[in-house]
């Protein structure tokens, strides 16, 4: 786009055409600093650090459900009005934290599939869990459980949210 307007820019220029050149030239100062901001925006939420990765159980401190993490956002990405019925702005964060898409487990609430977590709402399992968890997705989203507990993610989730694999080998109890 901007290539673009650098070629107009140099016609315009050419014909003498100035008032379209200054035209021109404003639109390509405002479409690098766009750019330039974008980038920026970018690079912050590439290094952005999330307290829970692909495959983590957790529990939710406020719903008391049980749940998978399969995906993650570096801020709240739901509509403002989705953002203000579910009172976001009123967290210790707000919206500008990691938000979770969460597996909710089918015994716990069984009309409530995937939730949108935001991360100081989740608690994370003292130790191993692998306690019971029931959910429709598990067998397309993951490979199985490791020896925490917590659950792999196939390569494709992955490599959505270019998370390395974790997994935690069985422990060996004859040991």
């Known amino acids: 786009m901007i290539r673009l307007r650098w070629a107009n820019l140099q016609k315009a220029v050419e014909a003498e055409n100035y008032a379209l050149a200054a035209e021109l030239r404003d639109e390509i100062n405002k479409l690098?600093?766009?750019?330039?901001?974008?980038?920026?925006?970018?690079l912050v939420y590439e290094n952005i650090q999330y307290a829970f990765r692909l495959g983590q159980k957790?529990?939710?401190?406020?719903?008391?459900?049980?749940?998978?993490?399969?995906g993650m956002d570096p801020v709240c990405c739901i509509s403002s009005s989705l953002r203000e019925s579910a009172?976001?702005?009123?967290?210790?964060?707000?919206?500008?934290?990691?938000?979770?898409q969460v597996l909710v487990d089918v015994h716990v609430d069984p009309?409530?599939?995937?939730?949108?977590?935001?991360?100081?709402?989740?608690?994370?399992?003292?130790?191993?869990?692998?306690?019971?968890?029931?959910?429709?997705?598990?067998?397309f989203l993951f490979y199985g459980m490791d020896g925490a507990g917590d659950?792999?993610?196939?390569?494709?989730?992955?490599?959505?949210?270019?998370?390395?694999?974790?997994?935690?080998?069985?422990?060996d109890e004859d040991a």
């Open 32 to 42: 690098e600093a766009e750019s330039l901001a974008a980038s920026a925006n970018a």
């Open 58 to 70: 957790g529990r939710h401190k406020v719903f008391v459900y049980s749940g998978v993490i399969c």
């Open 87 to 100: 009172c976001i702005d009123k967290l210790t964060r707000g919206s500008n934290q990691p938000f979770y």
């Open 111 to 139: 009309d409530l599939l995937v939730a949108y977590a935001p991360e100081e709402n989740l608690l994370a399992p003292d130790g191993p869990n692998k306690g019971r968890f029931d959910h429709p997705y598990l067998s």
């Open 151 to 171: 659950y792999i993610p196939i390569k494709q989730l992955r490599e959505k949210y270019n998370r390395p694999r974790h997994e935690v080998p069985p422990i």
